[in-house]
């Protein structure tokens, strides 16, 4: 029988899905003959990763929402982030939003068919009272709307993450960012190994892990596999994939030129690497992938529904249409599946919301900046 490698190298992918679908496990060079394949290998690679995706999750796709809860104010040197100590990018700072602003993120987040609300706040790591701070808006989320809860709050200390299990914390995101090689270079303040020690303290307290990374740093395509394996290692269950945006005024401002074909190359890899997991298209989708964003569902089942840190993405009705276009709909963290509308009845509750979202400047995030 032939090798996945020697299968990898004659680019017969889609005899490659069906031997990962029988169990089989690509390596490094397999994983790494995707990012370096000639684009008119993409359709062959889309293909593949498609089969795959179809065996655990059919044609549904997971959305997002994402809360900024608490912005800036960052003792850390993430070079790419824009709320890094070293970042002069005039993003908006502020401590923890109040239970009811949190609230009523998760009100949103509801209405626009998200699975999964992200609380996100900037820094290191949260100190006890934040915690709790966190801890009392989970309880009331839970008691109201059917959401899984996803926290993303930096470095976790011993215990905090069984806390925030009892409370109702379905999941905890913290990205490893890259390679354990190339961490250095985008971050001196914390190292690799305490992003991995925060994940298996998650996966201990029984919490699922939400870990994925940034690409268009500057890294090589032998880091982004890395960090592929890495995260298969790991056992991350959701894996969400960040295409990095230079903003002004940060250390990587100058670094993020990713062509939309590579990032087409990278999800594919990341899909035959992680199988059956969620994959999720995360910042950048608009900026990198540009019109070839409906065929990154192609092999991610994810997205973030709604705008950026500090700038708009495509809106969520633009995000409702690509689904419907695709033939896709959205699953609900219960299961069931819901067509995306293309056209909003704008005088729906919902139409409402986007109406609203579209008009103001609110502070929401699904970009890669913040832990
Ligand atoms: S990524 Fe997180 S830890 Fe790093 S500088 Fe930004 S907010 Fe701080």
New binding site residues.
Partial sequence: MQTLNNIAAARDWSLLAARILDGAALDKAGALSMLEADDDQIPGLLAGAFEIRRRYFGKTVQLYYLINAKS?L?????R????????KAPVERYAWLSIQEILEGARRAYELKACTYCIV?????PTEHELEHVIAAVKEIKARYPLRICACM??LKPGQAQKLMAAGVQRFNH?L?TSEEFHKEV?T??AFKDRVATIEEVKKAGISPCCGGIVGMGESREDVVSMAFELKRLGADSIPVNFHIPVPGTPFEDRGNVDPRYALKVLCMFRYVNPDRELRIAGGRELHLRTLQPLGLYPANSIFVSDYLTSKGQSANDDFRMIADLGFEIVGVDGTTAPAEPAFDRSSEAGRVLDALDASDILVSRA????
């Fill in positions: 800036g960052c003792p850390e040197d993430c790419y982030c824009s709320q890094s100590r070293l970042s706040g900037s820094g290191r790591g930096g470095i990205n960012n971050c303040t914390h890669s900046a913040a832990s």
